[in-house]
C-alpha cells in the first residue's frame, strides 16, 4: 500500500540509492531496489514493536560485535559519539545500549508525533532522549559530563546545517558536520555501529574501532577530515547492504545542486 501511495517516496529513495550502485534512477536495477528497501521498511516497523514490547527477548537474541570498541572508547571519560546512519535499524536495538554502553546514553530523535508516543518505551529500557529541536548546546554538556550520545550522521537539527562537500558513494555530497563539530568541541572519540538483520527478529550490531577526535583548533580542516573518513566508511557499508538504506530523505548531491 505504501509502494502505491508514495510516489514521491519512491523517487527519493531512487534518487539516492542510484549512487548506491552506480545505475541511473531509472534503472530497472534501482527500480527492485526501491521497492526491496520499502518490503525491508516494514519488517523493520514490525521488529520495532516486538522490540520495545519484549526487551529482554532483543537483548537475548541479538548478537553485538565489538563491544570492546565502546566500552574503550568510554573508559576514557570523555563522552563518546555512537554514531550511525539510516542504514538497517538502530531503534530495533533500543534495549541495547543499558548492556553494551558503560555510560548514561542519549538518543538525538525527532521531534513527532511517533516519537512522542513511544518516549515512555524508550526510557523504560534506560535509554535517554534529546529531542533534534533542542539546543546543540545540550549535546555538547551531556559529552563533557563522559556521556553517549546517539546520533545519525546523516541527520541534523535545527535550520540549515553546516556541512562540508565529501566523496560519499560514487558522487559528492554536502553531509551535515554536527557530528565532527561535536566531537572537536567536546574531545570525544566517535564510534560508528550498524544494526542489520539476521533473519526474522534476529540481529547484529556491529559496533567499529573509535576515532579520534579533531583537535580542538583545527575547526573546518579537522572536522572535514573526519567527516570524509565517516563518509568513506558509511559508503562501504551501504554499497554492502543498499537494500537496507532507508534514504528516504534529502541528500545535498553536488552534481544535482550544479544543475
Same mark, same amino acid.
Given at each position: ?5 508514495? !510516489? ?5 529513495? @531512487? *534518487? ?11 534503472? *530497472? ?20 514493536? %516486538? ?22 572508547? @568510554?573508559?576514557?571519560?570523555?563522552? /563518546? ?28 530523535? @525527532?521531534?513527532?508525533?511517533?516519537? %512522542? *508516543? ?6 523504560? /529500557? ?8 533542542? !539546543?546543540? $548546546?545540550?549535546?555538547? #554538556?551531556?559529552? #563533557?559530563?563522559?556521556?553517549?550520545? $546517539? ?5 541534523? %537539527? ?7 562537500? /565529501? ?8 553531509? !551535515? ?18 544494526? $542489520? ?5 534476529? %540481529? ?35 554499497? @554492502? ?19
Amino acid at each position: 500500500m505504501e509502494w502505491a501511495a508514495r !510516489p514521491a517516496k519512491r523517487r527519493r529513495l @531512487a *534518487a539516492n540509492l542510484a549512487h548506491a550502485i552506480g545505475r541511473p534512477p531509472e534503472h *530497472a536495477e534501482v527500480r527492485a531496489l526501491v521497492r526491496a528497501e520499502m518490503v525491508n521498511e516494514a519488517r523493520r516497523s514490525a521488529d520495532v514493536l %516486538w522490540a520495545l514490547g519484549r526487551p529482554e527477548e532483543v537483548r537475548r537474541t541479538t548478537e553485538i560485535v565489538g563491544i570492546e570498541h565502546v566500552r574503550a572508547a @568510554a573508559a576514557a571519560g570523555r563522552g /563518546v559519539l555512537l554514531a550511525s546512519i539510516h542504514l538497517g535499524g538502530w531503534e530495533v536495538a533500543t534495549a541495547i545500549p543499558k548492556v553494551v554502553v558503560p555510560v548514561p546514553t542519549t538518543a538525538v530523535v @525527532a521531534d513527532d508525533w511517533l516519537a %512522542w *508516543a513511544i518516549e515512555h518505551t524508550r526510557v523504560h /529500557v534506560g535509554l535517554g532522549l534529546m529531542y533534534r529541536t533542542e !539546543p546543540a $548546546l545540550r549535546a555538547l #554538556r551531556l559529552l #563533557r559530563r563522559g556521556e553517549a550520545l $546517539l546520533v545519525l550522521g546523516d541527520d541534523s %537539527w535545527g535550520g540549515e546545517p553546516r556541512s562540508y562537500p /565529501v566523496r560519499f558513494l560514487d558522487g559528492m555530497a554536502r553531509m !551535515p558536520a554536527g557530528v565532527t563539530t561535536l566531537s572537536r568541541l567536546a574531545g570525544s572519540p566517535v564510534v560508528c555501529f550498524y544494526v $542489520l538483520p539476521n533473519g526474522p527478529r534476529r %540481529w547484529q550490531v556491529t559496533i567499529d574501532p573509535p576515532l579520534a577526535p579533531p583537535a580542538r583548533d583545527e575547526r573546518g580542516d579537522g572536522e572535514q577530515r573526519m567527516l570524509q573518513r565517516l563518509a568513506d566508511r558509511w559508503s562501504e557499508m551501504i554499497r @554492502a547492504h543498499p537494500e537496507h538504506w532507508a534514504a528516504a530523505y534529502r541528500v545535498h548531491w553536488l552534481e544535482q545542486e550544479a544543475g
